[in-house]
């Protein structure tokens, strides 16, 4: 069977057989390629994960603000949730954190759909732009008030 058959049909038996002939210096058999790949795709999967931790925050964070009277306990533990798994996940990535602020614009849109299909309001009813900074997104101290709207900013602190 050959490296790309092997890659094709048993891709555990394949990553295993590339790790051993890693280790043991046989570069020549290894399929440098599709390794580069995999790692190129280990990376882009950080990225989502950051991306879908976002969405999940914002479209509660949003929930949370636009919807008040349906506070629960389970948005508000989902919110802290999200939260420490985010701060460890940058941890983990510390170079993730120059992707945040793309990652937050990709997340938002994902957010504001979900926001919409959990409350029943409009897409429209959300703000268009990320009105979380990152400092607010990660602060466990910080929740969305009634003091800002979808027309303009979330105040400062």
């Not at 069977?1 to 057989?17: G, K, V």
């Given at each position: 069977?050959?490296?790309?058959?092997?890659?094709?049909?048993?891709?555990?038996?394949?990553?295993?057989?590339q790790?051993?002939?890693?280790?043991?210096?046989?570069?020549?058999?290894?399929d440098?390629?599709?390794?580069a790949?995999?790692?190129?795709?280990?990376?882009?999967?950080?990225?989502?994960?950051?991306?879908?931790?976002?969405?999940?925050?914002?479209?509660?964070?949003?929930?949370?603000?636009?919807?008040?009277?349906?506070?629960?306990?389970?948005?508000?533990?989902?919110i802290?949730?999200?939260?420490?798994?985010?701060?460890?996940?940058?941890?983990?990535?510390?170079?993730?954190?120059?992707?945040?602020?793309?990652?937050?614009?990709?997340?938002?849109?994902?957010?504001?759909?979900?926001?919409?299909?959990?409350?029943?309001?409009?897409?429209?009813?959300?703000?268009?732009q990320?009105?979380?900074?990152?400092?607010?997104?990660?602060?466990?101290?910080?929740?969305?008030?009634?003091?800002?709207?979808?027309?303009?900013?979330?105040?400062?602190?």
């Open positions: 069977m050959s490296i790309q058959d092997l890659y094709d049909t048993d891709f555990y038996a394949w990553a295993n057989r790790a051993s002939l890693l280790r043991s210096g046989q570069l020549e058999q290894a440098i390629a599709l390794i790949e995999e790692i190129e795709s280990m990376g882009k999967s950080e990225l989502r994960e950051l991306e879908n931790r976002l969405a999940v925050l914002f479209s509660h964070l949003l929930k949370w603000r636009f919807q008040p009277s349906r506070r629960s306990r389970s948005w508000e533990l989902t802290k949730e999200q939260r420490r798994r985010l701060r460890r996940h940058l941890a983990q990535n510390p170079s993730l954190r120059h992707r945040l602020e793309q990652a937050r614009e990709d997340a938002y849109g994902d957010a504001i759909l979900a926001a919409a299909s959990e409350t029943g309001l409009a897409e429209e009813s959300f703000p268009t990320c009105p979380f900074t990152p400092e607010q997104t990660l602060d466990d101290d910080w929740w969305p008030s009634e003091a800002w709207t979808a027309d303009r900013q979330p105040p400062q602190g």
